[in-house]
């Protein structure tokens, strides 16, 4: 298979110097953002994307209210200087509209919105920067802010993105791998083992899907990994904050070590 540039050398190395299967850094921040009930900034590399979750609020409209579930409403924004093309896009953008979608229906049958019946939960997206993988950066990102804001789910969502060079599988790709490679993207719940999303940005020959779908899935547990030692950190925090100034009665520390059980099953 003749590319335009060198994916995957004779060593073995990709063009950015990782492994097949290596993953780029990921970095996760949980630290609250103005008045969002959950904000989460998650890097993938060089990608970058902040979420802020607003509710379980009232609904705004009446005409959109369910009376037996929440509503859910995903808002995506894409920075000017987000990529190296200097392109303003408008939220009526197809690709816009596209991303805002997948989240959506991603996290749909994840959040249990059957507990906050006449409420409406905002999900707003903002892409800082992209260098490949951004649908995944948006859903990872999406998890972890929900999370943060309290917002009852069945598990986090991992999402990772894959390609095949030549008879290679990659993961977690780059612009310049997205660029050239035919990719797909896959979210699933860990603890579950359900596949949330598949998505499929070019042609894969269905010879090769099955494989890297699995170290796609694989992947997302190593992600899994990562977003649970965030939530737990931020949780920990939270803890330690409301407990300050208190004497910490034994009931007090009974109720405590229930809390972080609670949230080592998470």
Request: with cysteine.
């Amino acid at each position: 298979m003749s590319s335009r540039i060198e994916i995957l050398n004779d060593g073995g190395y990709r063009s950015d110097g990782r492994r097949q299967y290596e993953l780029r850094s990921i970095d996760i921040d949980m630290s609250p953002q103005g008045t969002a009930d959950g904000c989460a900034v998650v890097s993938h590399g060089l990608t970058q994307v902040q979420v802020c979750v607003f509710g379980p609020r009232e609904a705004r409209k009446r005409a959109e209210t369910l009376h037996d579930r929440a509503v859910l409403n995903v808002e995506v924004g894409v920075l000017p200087f987000s990529a190296g093309e200097r392109r303003r896009r408008g939220r009526a953008d197809r690709r816009i509209l596209e991303l805002a979608a997948s989240i959506k229906s991603t996290f749909e049958p994840v959040i249990q919105t059957s507990l906050y019946p006449r409420s409406q939960i905002d999900i707003f997206v903002s892409v800082l920067a992209q260098d490949g993988g951004l649908l995944q950066a948006c859903i990872n990102a999406t998890s972890v802010a929900l999370a943060s804001a309290g917002i009852a789910l069945g598990d986090l969502v991992c999402a990772v993105s894959g390609g095949v060079h030549g008879t290679f599988p990659l993961l977690d790709l780059s612009a310049l791998e997205e660029g050239d490679l035919p990719n797909v993207t896959v979210a699933i719940t860990p603890r579950s083992g359900k596949v949330t999303l598949v998505t499929l940005e070019t042609r894969l020959h269905v010879d090769r899907f099955g494989e890297v779908f699995a170290r796609a899935c694989e992947a997302g547990r190593v992600i899994h990994t990562e977003m649970r030692r965030a939530v737990r950190a931020r949780t920990s925090k939270l803890v330690d904050a409301m407990g300050a100034g208190t004497k910490g009665t034994g009931e007090e520390d009974v109720e405590r070590d229930v809390l972080m059980s609670e949230i080592n099953d998470f």
